[in-house]
């Protein structure tokens, strides 16, 4: 079983086989997964960073990524306490880390910022380590 968090599931939509890297792996998410993924999608294309074209593709592929849905009892509380631990604001990336915790396994993120601070909580891994 493997967390994925938005940044690394948006830059595996943005490429052909991205999201294939996954495959033989259990991968899960919050919910929040698939509004943040999108919200950045949408802002890329938007901002003209990526064409019409490619942001449909995209939406595309995040519309058919193989990766659970995951909502532990405890999953806002744990990332309550992940963000007050780690010193953070918000809670959104708190979500990716009290999942992997609930769960036991990595966080599979391309968010440095994540990554360091993360380490503390939860093993992690890149997409050079799948």
Partial sequence: MLAVDASF???????PDGLDRL???????????WSEAMSVLHELRWRKAISADLADTAFHNLGRAAIGVRRP?????EAW???TRLGWAKTYDAEYVALARLHGCALLTIDARLARAAAREVQIMGPADL
């Fill in 9 to 15: 599931v948006v830059e595996a939509c943005l490429t």
């Fill in 23 to 33: 495959e033989g792996r259990e991968a899960i998410a919050p919910a929040l997964l």
């Fill in 73 to 77: 009892a405890r999953l806002q509380r």
């Fill in 81 to 83: 306490e992940v963000a």
